[in-house]
């Protein structure tokens, strides 16, 4: 089974920046699609990018456009979520995905994603 884990995370103000790096175990993350999704207290999970195995693919949300940016390094076995001009509204726990399969970023499809990790938490706050 494999296994993802988010480091990164942490307290920042408003405008600054953080980088997520996930990282697997086992066989890695070299063929697999990779998302960052975000929960906030009380809201649902969703997607904020996702990067194809390549790397030639990524999609955002239109909250982090122009803000976040997803790389991968492929011969590390890691996947990058730099944030940038963070704000309040950014505020919540981190989750980077992976699956074979081509699965829909944004609205509900993280339900579909069959690896996780545990999640790293990010606070945006003065």
């Known amino acids: 089974q494999l296994q993802l884990e988010e480091s990164g995370g942490g307290l920042v103000q408003p405008g600054g920046s953080l980088r997520l790096s996930c990282t697997a175990s086992d066989f890695g993350l070299v063929s697999l699609n990779v998302g960052w999704f975000r929960q906030a207290p009380g809201k649902e999970r969703e997607g904020v990018s996702c990067?194809?195995?390549?790397?030639?693919?990524?999609t955002y949300a239109d909250s982090v456009k122009g803000r976040f940016t997803i790389s991968r390094d492929n011969a590390r076995n890691i996947v990058y979520l730099q944030m940038n001009n963070l704000k309040p509204g950014d505020t919540a726990v981190y989750y980077c995905?992976?699956?074979?399969?081509?699965?829909?970023?944004?609205?509900?499809?993280?339900?579909?994603?069959?690896?996780w990790g545990q999640g790293t938490q990010v606070t945006v706050s003065s």
């Open positions: 995905a992976a699956d074979h399969r081509v699965i829909p970023c944004g609205g509900t499809g993280y339900v579909d994603w069959s690896y």
């Open positions: 990067v194809s195995a390549s790397g030639l693919s990524t």
